[in-house]
């Protein structure tokens, strides 16, 4: 595997290939908010970390990716079609014209929907799991989102983000509050060194850019365009997610032409820990070609 950081106007942003000398499709795996560029390869079924061309693309601004926050754009110019086009910038520079399959998590899931939507050259095929068309969360994220949005309170989250990044007892307590079925989190033989890699993921973000891309995910909006998308999709999420509810899983399968809905029963956004098995498979059938 090779770790790098593409080069964007007034950010950059982190990537780790693998297998670049299999000639299979490139899928282009992409992480959610607070985790890191690292996320993927843990939780890669074998016949996919060591079988497929892949591509792990950072979200902006999460490290080691860097962003300008005194050169980018005003926060209300950033668009959904905005973020997409950083990510057709970054996928170009990795793997030139040629067409990728696309798995998203929660913002990932986001950016691959949007993707999809402007690019549709692109994106030979969607898996977004957790994703969402608009980005107002529920849970402690959404929470803090809000706290963001306010010049009196965004302090607070600049707080509350160093805070938890220093101490793993109380990571672990805000990240309980994503599962949905605690009984499988706890048995699961990721659990342990996920939550050390994401902890670990988490305390080096700088607080101050994280709050920024709350507001600025705040107010985006891909609810109309995903309307657009041509490509494959499969929409999938846990039917007991805390941060992004059920309904609004379904209500993009509606949206989204011929695309296939999964909701894992009871379950909550860490999939890979939640359903680890049920992941792997969907995943490993999704991909074959």
């Known amino acids: 595997m090779t770790a790098r950081l593409i080069a964007l106007p007034n950010q950059s942003l982190a990537a780790i290939t693998a297998n670049e000398h299999l000639r299979t499709t490139p899928v282009i795996f992409i992480h959610g908010i607070t985790t890191n560029v690292d996320l993927w390869e843990r939780t890669l ?8 061309r892949w591509i792990s693309l950072s979200l902006p601004g999460h490290y080691p990716s860097q962003l300008d926050l005194q050169q980018i754009n005003s926060r209300a110019n950033i668009t959904a079609k905005t973020w997409a086009h950083w990510y057709e910038q970054a996928i170009s520079q990795v793997v030139g014209d040629e067409p990728v399959d696309v798995i998203g998590w929660s913002t990932g899931g986001f950016t691959g929907l949007t993707l999809a939507a402007h690019y549709p050259q692109r994106v030979r095929s969607l898996m977004s799991i957790s994703g969402f068309t608009s980005g107002r969360w529920r849970g402690w994220l959404g929470l803090f989102q809000r706290l963001s949005l306010s010049s009196l309170t965004r302090w607070s989250v600049e707080f509350g983000i160093g805070s938890v990044g220093r101490q793993r007892w109380l990571f ?13 989190f706890r048995e699961s033989p990721l659990r342990e060194p996920i939550m050390r890699d994401l902890f670990r993921a988490y305390a080096n973000h700088d607080p101050r850019v994280m709050t920024e891309l709350f507001q600025i995910i705040a107010n985006l909006d891909a609810t109309d365009s995903v309307r657009q998308i041509q490509c494959p999709t499969l929409i999938c999420g846990g039917d007991a997610d ?42 490993t059938n999704w991909l074959k070609p």
Do not use: C
């Open 172 to 184: 672990d307590r805000l990240m309980a509050t994503a599962i949905g079925d605690h009984l499988a």
């Open 45 to 52: 079924p074998d016949s996919i970390r060591d079988g497929q």
């Open 242 to 283: 805390p941060y992004i509810p059920a309904s609004q899983t379904r209500q993009i399968a509606v949206l989204v032409p011929k695309s296939k809905l999964v909701l894992w029963p009871n379950a909550g956004h860490l999939f890979f820990a939640e359903r680890t098995q049920a992941y792997h498979e969907l995943l």
